[in-house]
Each structure stands twice: as structure tokens, then as C-alpha cells.
């Protein structure tokens, strides 16, 4: 219900850092007017909108989505996925192209914020055969662009989300961040992607000994949530 607001996300960008905008739970106007104040307002400077899994609204998701494409909104922040859908999907291959050198890049980027290794896996994971093909059959994807997606991860970063002052599954950071780590060097050994996979920290994430805790463990990088409004 945009507990990040649009304020909070100018605030965090001007200090060189990467906001999220909090998008769950509003009307696709209040998301709307959020992207042109941010485009406005942050020219220059990175920021991105989350996109929540919403399996009792599932066409607020797509609707949502939609909007992001629509309006060149370039990285969103995944969260509360316990499976992977078209929606996010479809924004992920979004103008997925092979570069002169034959490179595969992709404009759209997800942070993925998981507490499982089955959810995690499917984000550092290709996009599901299943889902490609039935945007090649709606006219959205070619079948080239389909073959290029299907060697490329949902999502070059995923978030460990552990225990905080918010809404999770309880996990402990000292435990969730190493085995999303091993996940990681699993399927960037199978899959061999040219950019390697990263794992961010997030939960507790309120001190400076907390958050070097978390890069000693590992960590790519780090996100607060709860400490930001407190």
C-alpha cells in the first residue's frame, strides 16, 4: 500500500543507493502517477517499482505488469512468489534481443525477494518452456526471441529475505543466505550464464554490524524495509 513511497524512493536515489517503490496493494492510477513523479523527479538516477504476486487477483498482476512495459519501467522488485507466472514472465522477456557480438540481453531486470530455495530456484533458473510458447502463440514473443529467453535467468539477483520487522517466513539469516548461496553456484555451474548470479541480503538489515554480517557471509549486496520507516 506504497509503504515506500515515492518520497522515500527520491530520498534513497539521492544519496546513490536503489529504491523500490511500494506498488502492492494500490490502483494502477496511484502506480501510474508514482512512475511519472519518479521519471521526473530521479532523471538520472535508478530506482524501480515492486511487482507482488497476487494469485487471489491474478489480473491486477498482469494489469500491473502491463503497466510496467507499457511505461519503460526497466527493474522490478519481485516479491511473495511461490511460483512463477506469465505476468512476470512476460516482463522479464520483454524485448529480449541478440546483440552483433551475439549476446543476449534483456531491457527488463528482476530483483527477485525470496525465503525458499524452490522459489529461489525458479528464478535463477530460464523461464518455463510452458510460458514462452504460450507467448509465441499469443503474437508476444517470436519463437527466435523464445530460444534466446530459454538461456537466460528469470532473475540475476535474488534477495535472501530472512526474519524482520514485516511480513515473512521467520527464517534465519545465517542459515537462508548460505543455502540460497550453494542454489546459486549450482545453477550458475549447470547453466554456465555469461554474467554470474548474484544473492542479496535482507531481514534484520537495521545496523552496521548487521549489515556487515551479512556481506561476511557472502553477500552481493544488501535491501532494508522495515528500518527505512522507522
Known sequence: NGIASTQLVEAIGRAGMLGFFGAAGLGLERIDAAIGQLS???PDAPFGFNLIHSPNEPDLEEAVADLYLRRGIRLVEASAYLRLTLPVVRYRVSGI???SDGRITTPNRIIAKVSRVEV???FFSPPPEEFLQELVRRGELTAEQAQWAASVPMAQDVTAEADSGGHTDNRPLVTLLPSLIALRDRIQA???????LRVGAAGGISTPSSLAAAFSMGAAYVL???INQA
Open 40 to 42: 521526473r523527479s530521479l
Open 190 to 196: 549447470n547453466h554456465g550464464y555469461g554474467q554470474r
Open 97 to 99: 534481443r541478440r546483440e
Open 120 to 122: 529461489a530456484s525458479q
Open 224 to 226: 532494508t524495509g522495515s
